[in-house]
């Protein structure tokens, strides 16, 4: 089957223009504070630099959303017109503000009306589920009308860890609960006639997330929808394995037409994100007819393919993009890659990080990490590498560390959400203090940092051991 791109609707965000007509953009969010205007002004401008076309920053309070102007005054003052998007969660009256601002806004139906989830399983009756649907409607509606006079577009963003108490009760944590969780603010958008729209729904898992992008395609259709859309594996994790796993998700999707804008997700600078994204989008059409070969040549379980790269990264990127959505889809479960200059432990080390990624075999410790905003008090990447120590230490002498999945998270907007695909997680809960859970239940709060790396591994061991 040839590549064709899904036709999707033309959304204006200041001077970039998203939808199949134009090319799939990239993107890439600061993980400065939004009240450092120097720092925030300087990261977007190395994000562009690097190829950027769209740059977010969080807003979690009013003050940070109003300090969008100085930033956005300043990067137009050195001649920068990337458009800037505020990411707003818990907070409608700061998407209100935002939206005064910023050229879109960044919304998340899990916690732009719904209280905050509890994890418990409540019950709701109809008449209580309709009338949350109603304050939806009612605090939407105003902020839509901001946007209309303020040609702002607005990303309605749903996330895997972050789906609220109302739709667990009726759908569970499901991908059927999260386009659920899209459509009542979609429907909402149609009926006011409000165009600019971009979604996201995303997940660490990416089976997850291939999934839920499909279904929600499927119900968009039915709908008469065809909104752009906006792809990523959310806290993918860093370095080689952040870049498979976000390949083997987002390039699932691209290599079936479906995605018009990316960005992934990786816990390292935001500039580093946008080559890996780029290189992406540049190989979409040669991987999807490699996919498509490799797809007929499945033999016993197995899937071989050939690559003639000379650069490793190329080769990890086009591999993952290539038969990710073969092993998602469970056509096979084994994987062989060939490509002359790599050595034979090198390619097999790359199909088991690939099967990993597609959570068909597991063979080392999985990293779930944030890639790191505003929202997050400590330094990521330093901490990342502690845990990768310690849990690498131990693995030497105890074999369960070495197939451990740990969630590393700067804050709790998507950190307790997205750990249930954890079995520990690390999270940020405020300044200098770490909270640590076993898959959402939060065992420790507000450890001194000095001391929650320690604590995590010790945890670790007296609950494997209990």
């Not at 401008?45 to 969008?68: H, P, S, W, Y």
């Not at 005054?73 to 209100?96: I, K, W």
């Amino acid at each position: 089957m040839a590549y064709q791109r899904r036709k999707t609707t033309e959304v204006k965000v200041g001077n970039v223009l998203l939808g199949s007509a134009y090319p799939i953009r990239v993107q890439s969010m600061a993980n400065t504070s939004t009240m450092d205007t120097k720092g925030s002004v300087a990261q977007a401008k190395c994000i562009v630099d690097a190829g950027g076309e769209i740059v977010r920053f969080t807003t979690q309070g009013q003050r940070e959303a109003l300090n969008m102007r100085n930033i956005s005054e300043a990067l137009r003052a050195d001649g920068y017109s990337v458009p800037l998007v505020a990411d707003v969660h818990f907070n409608a009256a700061v998407a209100d503000t935002a939206a005064t601002i910023c050229e879109k806004v960044r919304i998340n139906p899990g916690n732009y009306v719904d209280p905050a989830r509890t994890f418990k399983k409540l019950d709701y009756t109809d008449a209580e589920y309709a009338d949350e649907i109603k304050k939806i409607d009612e605090r939407l509606v105003p902020f839509l009308n901001i946007c209309k006079e303020h040609h702002t577009a607005i990303r309605v963003g749903v996330n895997h860890g972050s789906l609220s108490d109302r739709i667990m009760s009726r759908y569970g944590d499901t991908p059927e609960g999260m386009v659920e969780s899209c459509m009542e603010f979609l429907r909402i958008c149609v009926r006011e006639q409000f165009k600019d729209v971009v979604i996201s729904i995303k997940a660490s898992n990416t089976v997850v997330m291939v999934r839920t992008v499909r279904l929600l395609v499927k119900e968009m259709e039915k709908e008469d929808m065809a909104f752009p859309l906006h792809l990523g594996v959310t806290e993918a994790g860093e370095g080689e394995d952040g870049r498979i796993k976000s390949a083997v998700g987002i390039g699932a999707l691209l290599c079936e037409g479906i995605g018009d804008t990316i960005r992934v997700s990786l816990s390292e600078a935001p500039e580093k994100e946008i080559p890996v994204a780029k290189k992406l989008v540049d190989s979409i059409e040669e991987c999807a007819i490699l996919r498509e070969k490799a797809r007929s040549a499945i033999v016993n379980d197995t899937v071989k393919v050939e690559f003639h790269e000379t650069n490793w990264e190329d080769l990890q990127l086009k591999a993952a993009m290539t038969v990710g959505a073969l092993f998602i889809d469970q056509l096979a479960h084994q994987l062989v890659i060939k490509n002359n200059g790599f050595t034979d432990e090198k390619l097999t080390e790359l199909a088991d990080a690939i099967l990993q990624a597609a959570r068909i075999k597991f063979t080392k410790t999985e990293y779930i990490s944030c890639p790191g905003c505003g929202r997050t008090l400590y330094n990521l990447e330093e901490t990342i590498a502690k845990i990768r120590a310690a849990v690498s230490q131990r693995a030497q002498t105890d074999k369960r560390f070495a197939t451990l999945k740990i969630g590393i998270m700067g804050c709790i907007v998507n950190g307790p959400g997205e750990m249930a695909d954890a079995d520990y997680g690390y999270v940020g809960a405020g300044v200098g203090k770490v909270s640590l859970y076993k898959q959402k239940l939060c065992i420790e709060k507000n450890i001194p940092e000095v001391e929650a790396v320690d604590r995590l591994i010790q945890f670790i061991e007296k609950d494997m051991n209990s």
